[in-house]
């Protein structure tokens, strides 16, 4: 982190020359790069420019460098350049609409094949910490409640140029057109760094699939400021995408009120279901599967699944493997997607599939499930009647946020 670094010794031929006050990138892609570090030296000497190529070794302690002489390097950096701590550090982060997100307290350093990059910018409480000098004190805090908030760069606005004595906002390019590349485990760290108006407009953009995936990863506290905050028809659409068994555990932290004027709005098979699993009166394995998932015939040719793929796995919940079904909906087999992508096109799913299928019944409980999936290592799972008809496919990913269903 750029925090650790700021203050370091800088060493040359085993002596200090002095330390380091900033650090120079350039803006490259997909990757800004560090090109300098910005050396300040005591006794009024004047400050080093010391090229990336000439840092022999940096850690949290010392910078060590090789140069010939002390004086070409003695120089202050041009306009166009840009001080990490300078100009990054201490600057407020804007939303889409203009907004305050937070303030970026540290920047994230990757090294790879010996250049060292910036990744992304630290928005935490324990960015704060390390900003402050007391980095100690990240060790101690709970690292569930504290841990790390990162933005990546590539959400970041370019800075205006040239930068001079640059004292403006850093803003993200989250934008309607951005947010479907984030993943939504990321997006969702990102929106509970915002207030609840904020995580609202912006929550918004997303298409009806990208928001049910984000909102099941955000904290039960945002989730009730988000369902508070959005249209009731907005959250029916999105707990209408998911599972019963997800519909539940979401609806199961917002207010008994809240609850009862969303589930007026859904479809009563939905409702039965979802309110079954929050009462416990019943663990019917299927409410917690999905039927979203990708099917097709025997007699498909490889060729044509795979120019086909990419269109049918929109909007499926299960998209790394491929279920092939006959016209009576009994599960033939069921094709990994690489052994789809290593086959050859002219052969047909029924000589590609696998016939030995590893399945759960509907009489299958949700621990059965859970030594299944450890057992298989599979990532989903189908489950099939007693004619073999497939009734849907539970995915490891949700079986895990329900494991306090089943474990004490």
Same mark, same amino acid.
């Given at each position: ?13 085993? &002596? ?66 840009? &001080? ?25 350093? =990757? ?49 205006? +140029? ?48 990208? +928001? ?22 907005? =959250? ?16 199961? /932290? ?50 044509? +699944? ?5 269109? =049918? ?5 299960? /998209? ?13 087999? =069921?094709?990994?997607? &690489?052994?789809?992508? *290593? ?24 621990? *059965? ?14 489950? /099939? ?24």
């Amino acid at each position: 982190m750029l925090n650790s670094l700021i203050g370091i010794r800088v060493m040359l031929h085993g &002596k200090k020359i002095g330390t380091i006050s900033d650090i120079i990138m350039e803006m490259k892609s997909p990757l800004p790069v560090i090109t300098h570090l910005y050396v300040g030296r005591l006794f009024g000497s004047l400050s080093l420019m010391i090229p990336w190529d000439n840092v022999l070794s940096i850690t949290s302690e010392e910078a060590v460098i090789n140069i010939p002489d002390i004086r070409s390097y003695e120089k202050e950096p041009e306009i166009h350049q840009i &001080k990490l701590k300078d100009h990054i550090l201490d600057k407020k982060v804007l939303d889409m609409e203009e907004r305050d997100v937070d303030v970026v307290y540290d920047v994230r350093l =990757v090294m790879t094949n010996n250049r060292l990059y910036v990744s992304d910018v630290d928005i935490s409480v324990s960015g704060f910490l390390r900003r402050m000098g007391l980095g100690f004190l990240t060790r101690i805090i709970n690292n569930n409640s504290q841990r790390g908030k990162l933005i990546p760069w590539k959400y970041i606005q370019p800075l205006p +140029a040239p930068l001079g004595r640059f004292r403006g906002d850093v803003k993200l390019t989250i934008l309607k057109e951005k947010l479907s590349e984030i993943h939504p485990v990321d997006l969702a760290d990102i929106l509970e760094e915002m207030d609840s108006k904020q995580r609202a407009v912006v929550f918004k953009e997303l298409d009806t699939q990208k +928001a049910s995936a984000t909102f099941e990863e955000i904290d039960p506290k945002s989730q009730r400021e988000l369902v508070s905050a959005l249209d009731k028809n907005k =959250v029916v659409q999105l707990l209408t995408h998911m599972t019963s068994g997800q519909a539940a555990d979401i609806l199961s /932290v917002l207010p008994f009120s809240e609850v009862r004027d969303i589930l007026k709005l859904m479809d009563k098979w939905h409702v039965d279901k979802i309110k079954s699993i929050m009462q416990k009166q019943e663990e019917d394995i299927v409410n917690y599967a999905t039927s979203r998932f990708i099917r097709f015939p025997p007699d498909m040719s490889v060729g044509q +699944a795979k120019k086909d793929y990419y269109e =049918v796995a929109k909007n499926k919940k299960v /998209v790394m493997y491929l279920y092939i079904i006959d016209d009576k909906n009994i599960l033939q087999g =069921v094709i990994d997607i &690489k052994e789809l992508l *290593q086959a050859k096109d002219e052969k047909k799913l029924v000589d590609v599939e696998t016939n030995s299928i590893i399945a759960l019944s509907p009489k299958s409980t949700l621990r *059965q499930a859970f030594v299944m999936f450890e057992r298989y290592d599979y990532r989903a799972i189908p489950i /099939v009647d007693e004619q073999n008809k497939i009734l849907g496919v539970l995915s490891y990913r949700d079986l895990k946020r329900l494991k306090h269903r089943f474990l004490e």
